[in-house]
């Protein structure tokens, strides 16, 4: 399905327990799409658009606002240039309150070449990273990861251990974007797992040790995502690719 004709379909209810992912691969986007997509936007995002001096930016920012107000239309019923957000007490983007829609919670996620968007009834985050970009996992690991997720990497096959770093790290930036916080939430003071997918806070946060599901999933052999959803399993993360 396209993006644009996500937002044309009839709105569809929201799963209750559980948060809906969609992606796009946006290494090539012909003219007469962003064009389609750049409609989607308010005034504001198209100013913001504008002001990215390479294309490149400027294309994945139209794409990922374009594909968050699609995904708020198909599910939540309004025209995509119709929603109005608001800036929450850390930066990170929410609906305006004159919506009245508190049911509704979404964020929003790109790297070159992908973008990515989670909406849910819960606090949810989203993250999408590309497994191959140049970093020295070795040593960010060493640095801003808990000691077990530092054996976790280093008992991978060498070729592997990368891949492993990014999945600890979209699980991550997924949890700390769930919970507003982003950064402001030191990477030390918790730890994810990949088998079974979970976090636990260190020392223990008996507000944030519970209540957590987690999706992940590769796409394609490029990017990895990962979504973080603020409810208690067994829940449901519906993760599919818009073209």
């Known amino acids: 399905m396209q993006l644009e004709d996500l937002a044309q379909l009839p709105a569809t209810p929201l799963p209750t327990k559980g948060a809906v992912a969609r992606w796009l691969d946006c290494a090539?986007?012909?003219?007469?799409?962003?064009?389609?997509?750049?409609?989607?936007?308010?005034?504001?995002?198209?100013?913001?658009?504008?002001?990215?001096?390479?294309?490149?930016?400027r294309e994945i920012f139209i794409a990922a606002h374009a594909l968050t107000r699609a995904l708020l239309s198909h599910y939540g019923g309004l025209e995509p240039r119709c929603w109005r957000f608001v800036a929450g007490p850390h930066g990170r983007p929410a609906l305006d309150p004159a919506h009245n829609r508190p049911d509704l919670h979404f964020n929003l996620s790109h790297t070159?070449?992908?973008?990515?968007?989670?909406?849910?009834?819960?606090?949810?985050?989203?993250?999408?990273?590309?497994?191959?970009?140049?970093?020295?996992?070795?040593?960010?690991?060493?640095?801003?990861?808990?000691?077990?997720?530092?054996?976790?990497?280093?008992?991978?096959?060498?070729?592997?251990?990368?891949?492993?770093?990014?999945?600890?790290?979209?699980?991550?930036?997924?949890?700390?974007?769930?919970?507003?916080?982003?950064?402001?939430?030191?990477?030390?003071?918790?730890?994810?797992?990949?088998?079974?997918?979970?976090?636990?806070?260190?020392?223990?946060?008996?507000?944030?040790?519970?209540?957590?599901?987690?999706?992940?999933?590769?796409?394609?052999?490029?990017?990895?995502l990962a979504v973080a959803l603020r409810a208690d399993p067994p829940a449901i993360f519906d993760i599919a690719a818009l073209t």
């Open 28 to 57: 090539t986007i012909p003219p007469d799409r962003l064009a389609i997509w750049r409609e989607f936007l308010d005034a504001e995002e198209l100013a913001r658009a504008d002001r990215f001096y390479f294309a490149p930016d």
């Open 112 to 224: 070159e070449g992908l973008v990515g968007c989670a909406l849910a009834h819960h606090e949810v985050g989203i993250d999408v990273e590309s497994v191959e970009r140049s970093a020295s996992t070795g040593r960010i690991a060493g640095r801003f990861f808990t000691p077990r997720e530092v054996a976790l990497i280093d008992a991978s096959p060498e070729q592997l251990r990368q891949r492993v770093f990014f999945q600890l790290w979209t699980m991550k930036e997924a949890v700390m974007k769930a919970m507003g916080l982003g950064f402001q939430l030191p990477l030390d003071e918790f730890s994810v797992t990949l088998d079974p997918l979970g976090v636990t806070f260190e020392p223990a946060r008996p507000d944030n040790n519970t209540g957590w599901s987690f999706g992940q999933t590769a796409v394609g052999t490029h990017y990895m």
